[in-house]
């Protein structure tokens, strides 16, 4: 016989979280028994499978959810492989006759969640999405010429004016979850790193989860949005919000965050609203990725298809490393080796280096930043490193190549961060610790400083690599 009220299964995929999750309520709202599943389906992304620091991160905040729903009397039911294979199984299985999720907008999600949906239909299961990850999902926002914006600023001022937020919504109030047993355990999906397991650093910085996102949220909000405009741009200091992987694995989402920022006591700073032009430059890179699906792959400008790249591997390796004798780039690389993330200010700058002194391709770097960090984005990465490279909408230009000691001056005059990150220049005093090479000899040893044993000669000169690149620059500039 018909099951007179069949469950409805809630598809969970970047949006980890119970509250304000527009699937989870709608499912909620039908009054029937709520399905709670994770599919691991690690075929569908191709080369863009994630990476070992984002797999960390997605057992973990895996645990969270299970532990909240568990609270709530419920089970979430963990499945790994094709996801319609595996959504027709758990139908089967169950009698459910209604699948309900939030949308992706990463190019391979979309077609396979459009695959899924007609199938669905077409057997006469219920298949329902909603918005649960951006302020303005990338139709809904154009040009007053119905194009997509290539400019961040004017794309700002249409979310700000046209786009704020609905309230978002708390947990759902009667979550009927139904009995499911059976799936697969946590340590079946395999996404913890064991030989060898590297992920103390990890386990030392972060908490995932929502509740520990909304924790994360709160103390910035208390004490440090106000001064976000002045301290955002300084690696040594705890100036920024830390949430970008909370909000990339949907425990927190922006439109949260957007109220959040709103209703606190220093929602009239110009820290908050510079704070909520960042929450932008994520919708933006959205945005970008919707309608330029290339981006991740491929030049968004193609006058930089003929640009001439080295291919060499040793000076990779040193950047990965960390190893390449100009302390910023080194221990930004260091830092995001150790924790999974690094400072905005010093993702711009070894992204430049990388690019614009080693000549390397930008996409190297997007793969290494993939692997390794723990807000690893397809939309914030692809539109940062091409923001970076020049090559992407609304660049930084090609010319402007970050001068990595200028910068470490400017943004670490004390060296707080360098010290930090290469304890073996700690005792250089500040005027030279941004670039030992220009340090007496007698400055060296009493530090205990001997460059090229103790700490890398730099791999590069930097003036002659800046010449390069803008000659490089020069010979593509006028071509595509
Ligand atoms: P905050 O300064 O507190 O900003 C709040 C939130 O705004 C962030 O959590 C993030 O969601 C968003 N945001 C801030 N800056 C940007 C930006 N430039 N572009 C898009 N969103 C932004 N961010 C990622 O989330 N994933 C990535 O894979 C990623 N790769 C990057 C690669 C390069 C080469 C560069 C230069 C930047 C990259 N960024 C990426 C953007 C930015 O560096 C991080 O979002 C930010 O450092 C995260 O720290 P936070 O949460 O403390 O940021």
Same mark, same amino acid.
């Given at each position: 016989?018909?099951?007179?009220?069949?469950?409805?299964?809630?598809?969970?995929?970047?949006?980890?979280?119970?509250?304000?999750?527009?699937?989870?309520?709608?499912?909620?709202?039908?009054?029937?028994?709520?399905?709670?599943?994770?599919?691991?389906?690690?075929?569908?992304?191709?080369?863009?499978?994630?990476?070992?620091?984002?797999?960390?991160?997605?057992?973990?905040?895996?645990?969270?959810?299970?532990?909240?729903?568990?609270?709530?009397?419920?089970?979430?039911?963990?499945?790994?492989?094709?996801?319609?294979?595996?959504?027709?199984?758990?139908?089967?299985?169950?009698?459910?006759?209604?699948?309900?999720?939030?949308?992706?907008? +990463?190019?391979?999600? $979309?077609?396979?969640?459009? !695959?899924? %949906?007609? /199938?669905?239909?077409? &057997?006469?299961?219920? *298949?329902?999405?909603?918005?649960?990850?951006?302020?303005?999902?990338?139709?809904?926002?154009?040009?007053?010429?119905?194009?997509?914006?290539?400019?961040?600023?004017?794309?700002?001022?249409?979310?700000?004016?046209?786009?704020?937020?609905?309230?978002?919504?708390?947990?759902?109030?009667?979550?009927?979850?139904?009995?499911?047993?059976?799936?697969?355990?946590?340590?079946?999906?395999?996404?913890?790193?064991?030989?060898?397991?590297?992920?103390?650093?990890?386990?030392?910085?972060?908490?995932?989860?929502?509740?520990?996102?909304?924790?994360?949220?709160?103390?910035?909000?208390?004490?440090?949005?106000?001064?976000?405009?002045?301290?955002?741009?300084?690696?040594?200091?705890?100036?920024?919000?830390?949430?970008?992987?909370?909000?990339?694995?949907? +425990?927190?989402?922006? $439109?949260?965050?957007?109220? !959040?920022? %709103?209703? /606190?006591?220093?929602? &009239?700073?110009?820290? *908050?609203?510079?704070?909520?032009?960042?929450?932008?430059?994520?919708?933006?890179?959205?945005?970008?990725?919707?309608?330029?699906?290339?981006?991740?792959?491929?030049?968004?400008?193609?006058?930089?298809?003929?640009?001439?790249?080295?291919?060499?591997?040793?000076?990779?390796?040193?950047?990965?490393?960390?190893?390449?004798?100009?302390?910023?780039?080194?221990?930004?690389?260091?830092?995001?080796?150790?924790?999974?993330?690094?400072?905005?200010?010093?993702?711009?700058?070894?992204?430049?280096?990388?690019?614009?002194?080693?000549?390397?391709?930008?996409?190297?770097?997007?793969?290494?930043?993939?692997?390794?960090?723990?807000?690893?984005?397809?939309?914030?990465?692809?539109?940062?490193?091409?923001?970076?490279?020049?090559?992407?909408?609304?660049?930084?230009?090609?010319? $402007?190549?970050?001068?990595?000691?200028?910068?470490?001056?400017?943004?670490?005059?004390?060296?707080?961060?360098?010290?930090?990150?290469?304890?073996?220049?700690?005792?250089?005093?500040?005027?030279?610790?941004?670039?030992?090479?220009?340090?007496?000899?007698?400055?060296?040893?009493?530090?205990?400083?001997?460059?090229?044993?103790?700490?890398?000669?730099?791999?590069?000169?930097?003036?002659?690599?800046?010449?390069?690149?803008?000659?490089?620059?020069?010979?593509?500039?006028?071509?595509?």
């Amino acid at each position: 016989m018909a099951d007179p009220n069949p469950p409805v299964i809630v598809w969970f995929r970047q949006d980890l979280r119970l509250a304000d999750n527009p699937a989870l309520q709608a499912a909620a709202a039908t009054g029937a028994p709520v399905i709670p599943v994770y599919i691991l389906d690690d075929d569908a992304p191709g080369d863009w499978r994630p990476g070992g620091a984002s797999r960390w991160w997605l057992h973990h905040s895996l645990a969270s959810l299970a532990s909240d729903l568990q609270q709530l009397g419920g089970e979430l039911a963990l499945m790994k492989g094709e996801a319609q294979e595996q959504l027709d199984a758990l139908i089967e299985q169950t009698g459910a006759d209604a699948v309900f999720w939030n949308r992706l907008y +990463e190019p391979w999600a $979309r077609k396979r969640d459009e !695959a899924i %949906k007609s /199938s669905l239909k077409d &057997r006469g299961v219920r *298949a329902r999405s909603f918005n649960g990850s951006l302020i303005v999902e990338p139709w809904d926002i154009a040009t007053k010429t119905g194009n997509p914006y290539k400019v961040f600023t004017p794309f700002w001022k249409s979310l700000k004016a046209d786009h704020t937020p609905a309230e978002p919504t708390g947990r759902p109030d009667a979550l009927q979850l139904h009995a499911h047993e059976g799936g697969l355990s946590l340590d079946d999906l395999d996404l913890l790193p064991t030989k060898p397991d590297w992920s103390g650093g990890l386990q030392e910085n972060w908490t995932p989860g929502e509740a520990a996102a909304h924790g994360r949220l709160g103390q910035f909000l208390k004490a440090a949005v106000s001064d976000y405009s002045d301290r955002r741009n300084l690696p040594g200091q705890s100036g920024t919000s830390r949430l970008s992987p909370h909000l990339h694995f949907g +425990e927190i989402s922006p $439109r949260q965050v957007w109220h !959040a920022v %709103k209703q /606190s006591d220093h929602a &009239r700073t110009g820290g *908050a609203d510079t704070y909520l032009s960042e929450i932008a430059w994520r919708e933006f890179s959205y945005n970008l990725l919707y309608h330029f699906p290339d981006l991740p792959e491929a030049n968004f400008q193609s006058k930089f298809d003929a640009f001439e790249w080295d291919e060499c591997e040793d000076k990779l390796k040193a950047w990965q490393k960390g190893q390449t004798g100009y302390p910023i780039v080194d221990a930004g690389m260091r830092e995001l080796w150790a924790t999974g993330w690094m400072h905005n200010r010093v993702r711009m700058i070894v992204a430049s280096f990388l690019i614009k002194d080693l000549f390397i391709h930008w996409r190297r770097g997007e793969d290494w930043f993939w692997d390794t960090l723990v807000d690893a984005d397809l939309a914030s990465n692809a539109a940062s490193w091409q923001w970076t490279a020049g090559s992407g909408a609304d660049a930084a230009p090609y010319f $402007r190549v970050f001068n990595p000691v200028g910068q470490s001056e400017k943004f670490d005059p004390k060296g707080d961060y360098l010290r930090k990150w290469i304890p073996e220049l700690a005792d250089l005093p500040d005027k030279v610790i941004h670039a030992p090479w220009t340090a007496e000899k007698s400055v060296l040893s009493r530090a205990g400083v001997t460059l090229g044993e103790t700490y890398p000669e730099p791999i590069v000169d930097h003036g002659e690599a800046r010449k390069r690149a803008l000659a490089a620059f020069e010979k593509i500039k006028d071509a595509g």
